[in-house]
């Protein structure tokens, strides 16, 4: 399993962006499902955002149109845009590659 680091969290205002990246320590080139999940304050589950799955790719109908998973085999890292954020996507967000995850990172979307 690829060790997970992610980045690009932190605090942004309503209708602002961020990109999310999740970086592995191993290929991704060969890895089939990959995606990110969140988990909302105060909830104990994870909700799944934004997958690729055998290439195929999907959105969580609330982010649809709003949020782009893309994967750098080059640099073996996911990626999540984020675009028209709302002050409901606050969460910790969580990457997976495989079987390995990250550890979590918070988006905060406040003004």
């Known amino acids: 399993q690829a060790d997970l680091v992610e980045s690009g969290g932190g605090l942004v205002q309503p209708g602002g962006s961020l990109t999310l990246s999740c970086a592995a320590s191993k290929s991704i080139a060969s890895v089939y499902t990959l995606g990110w999940y969140r988990q909302e304050p105060g909830q104990r589950r994870r909700d799944l955002v934004a997958?690729?799955?055998?290439?195929?790719?999907d959105y969580h109908d609330s982010v649809k149109g709003r949020f782009t998973i893309s994967k750098d085999n080059s640099k073996n890292t996911l990626n999540l845009q984020m675009n028209s954020l709302k002050p409901e996507d606050t969460a910790v967000y969580y990457c997976?590659?495989?079987?390995?995850w990250g550890q979590g990172i918070q988006v905060t979307v406040s003004s």
């Open positions: 997958y690729i799955s055998n290439e195929k790719i």
């Open positions: 997976y590659i495989g079987l390995s």
